[in-house]
Each structure stands twice: as C-alpha cells, then as structure tokens.
C-alpha cells in the first residue's frame, strides 16, 4: 500500500496544501461552533495517547459538512494539546493532516467547496444501497476499501457507519467487516444538536444559539477473533445511541398509539 512522506500524504495530496486548506476553512467555520453556536465537546481525554495510525473513528451524522468541520477543529485543539474546548484557534496553525473521513462519492462531486473538502482528507466510496436519491444494489469497491485501509495504515480515519445523516438508520455491516479485518482501535462519537443548528449540507446557519454537542467516548472492546461482524456493528450502534432504546421519540409515538388502542371507559 502507498505510504506518505514528508512532502505528501499517501493519496498523493501535499501537505503544504493540507495545511492551507484546512487552516482557512477552519478560519470561515470557527464562528459557526465558538460563535452563533458553542459547540460542547465531551471526553477528549480518549484520544491522549493513541497511536499516530489505525485509529478508526465511528460517528452518527447529522449534516454532510458541518459534522466533519467540527471535528477538524476538535483533532487539530488536541494536537496541540487543548482537551474538550476550541475556544484558542491557534490550533488552526499547526493541524493535524493525517485525518481522513470516509464520504459519499457523490456528495464529494458536487460544488468547489466538496472538491476542496476532498483535498483536507475526504475518502469517496460509491453508496451500495442508494444513489443520487434511489435505491440500488451494487458491489462493494475492492479499490475503495483498500484506500480506507491505506488511510487507515497512514494516519486516523472517520466512519459514519450509518451512512446517511437520517437519525436511527440502520448500521452498514461493511464497517464492521472492515473493523475485523484491519484491527483497528475503534474510538465512538455521539453528536447532536447539527441537525438543528445547520442545514442539511452543514453549510447554512439555521438557527443561532445552539449548542452543538461532541462526545468522544472510550475505545470499544472487541475481540476481533471471535466477535463477528454483526456482534462489532452492534457494539458501535449502541455506543453511538443510534439503537432503538435510544430512540426516545420513537419510544413515545409507541406508547402514543397504545394508547389510543386501548378501550375507554365509554366502550366498556
């Protein structure tokens, strides 16, 4: 597999470039999550001490953008040594330019913006089950696979196993197979309050005075020997809270409708 250097990242990207970038959107969205909002950030206590590479972040996805810009300036404050705040920006100066994040390939071709976010880090993989608003069924990648390990093998990488920014959807098992595979350590995030703040895209300010919350919570415990798949992807639905108990809405309209099937007293 391809390997980086001091001058490129694997993928071929320069890291004088890298830096630019991720340097000047960091300058346009500070404001977005220590401004109109304060983003809230919880545990990243978690991340002293991991190794430079094999890291594999999963995450539950809110917006396409917004997400992810949160989290550049999450890694880049704690490689430089700020823990649960991004309140000093300095950090933008010295950022971490070994994160990628794994994308939607059509998300990742529509607009400059998408095309300069493909530059900081983005890894395209093409959806197996949905395309451009339908649903399909394709093969996995081979390709696309092996540049997330390549990644994977160069530097942290974050998943969105759900694939989609749609709350409780269910998990893809691909990450999971990929997380037996390549025996990473497996690091979850919970967010919420993106979908509130942003539009979809992550782009647009909807509301102001939100604040956004990122939790980063211990490494997941696997026994990557005799846990399956299906046993992994459970694991990181439930620490993610994107299982149905988690679902406290759901929970609810359940209830509701029980509720409204039960005899009254005038039918008795």
Known sequence: ????????????????????????LG????????????????????????????????????????????????????????????????????????????????????????????????????????SEGKNVNRLVDLGEIENIMTALDNGWVITFPQGTTSAFAQGRKGTAKLIKNQRPIVIPIKINGFRRAFDKKGLKIKVTGVKPTMEFKAALDIDYDNESAAQILDKIMY??????????????????????????KNDS
């Not at 597999?1 to 000047?24: C, E, V």
């Not at 500070?30 to 001490?49: A, S």
């Not at 620490?239 to 009254?264: F, G, M, R, V, W």
């Open 1 to 24: 597999m391809a390997r980086k250097n001091i001058f490129t990242d694997p993928f071929g990207n320069i890291y004088i470039l890298k830096r630019l970038i991720i340097f000047i």
């Open 27 to 130: 300058i346009v969205s500070y404001r977005r999550f220590n401004g109109f909002n304060k983003l809230k950030i919880k545990g990243t206590e978690n991340l002293t001490d991991l190794p430079d590479s094999n890291v594999l972040f999963v995450s539950n996805h809110q917006t396409y953008f917004a997400d992810v810009a949160a989290m550049y300036h999450v890694f880049c404050a704690v490689n430089n040594g700020f823990h649960n705040t991004i309140k000093n920006p300095i950090y933008l100066l010295n950022p971490k330019t070994d994160f990628y994040y794994v994308a939607a390939e059509e998300t990742m071709n529509k607009g400059i913006l998408a095309r300069i976010f493909k530059i900081a880090g983005a890894i395209t993989v093409k959806r197996t089950w949905r």
């Open 239 to 264: 620490a993610i809270e994107q299982t149905p108990e988690h679902n406290l809405l759901h929970e609810y309209d359940t209830k509701l409708k029980e509720s409204k099937s039960q005899p009254t």
